[in-house]
């Protein structure tokens, strides 16, 4: 059974940084691209950052361009995001999902959320 549990959410002020944590099992993690995904009160899914399944390629929306980083340890079956310089726009249920940009929407597999609220 896939599974993916988020992690290390919470209230940060403006400015301030919070790293996420996605625990992966019940599918080979190192095959698989992930993916960060968030949803902001009242808006639609928005697509936040993608990893390859061995790392070296990562992708970001705009809106998170130079500020967030992608990163995964396969030998822990765990993907991270490092946020920094954050903004209130950036309050936000997260959610990893298996599969990269354009996969994971298909591939069903998401975790739970970890709420991230920006806010002074």
């Known amino acids: 059974e896939v599974q993916l549990v988020e992690s290390g959410g919470g209230l940060v002020q403006p400015g301030g940084s919070l790293r996420l944590s996605c625990a992966a099992s019940?599918?080979?993690?190192?095959?698989?691209?992930m993916s960060w995904v968030r949803r902001a009160p009242g808006k639609g899914l928005e697509w936040v950052s993608s990893?390859?399944?061995?790392?070296?390629?990562?992708t970001y929306a705009d809106s998170v361009k130079g500020r967030f980083t992608i990163s995964r340890d396969n030998a822990k079956n765990t993907m991270y995001l490092q946020m920094n310089s954050l903004k209130p726009e950036d309050t936000a249920v997260y959610y990893c999902?298996?599969?990269?940009?354009?996969?994971?929407?298909?591939?069903?597999?998401w975790g739970q959320g970890t709420q991230v609220t920006v806010s002074s």
């Open positions: 990893i390859g399944s061995g790392a070296g390629s990562t």
């Open positions: 999902a298996k599969g990269g940009r354009r996969s994971y929407s298909d591939s069903g597999y």
């Open positions: 019940g599918f080979t993690f190192s095959s698989s691209a």
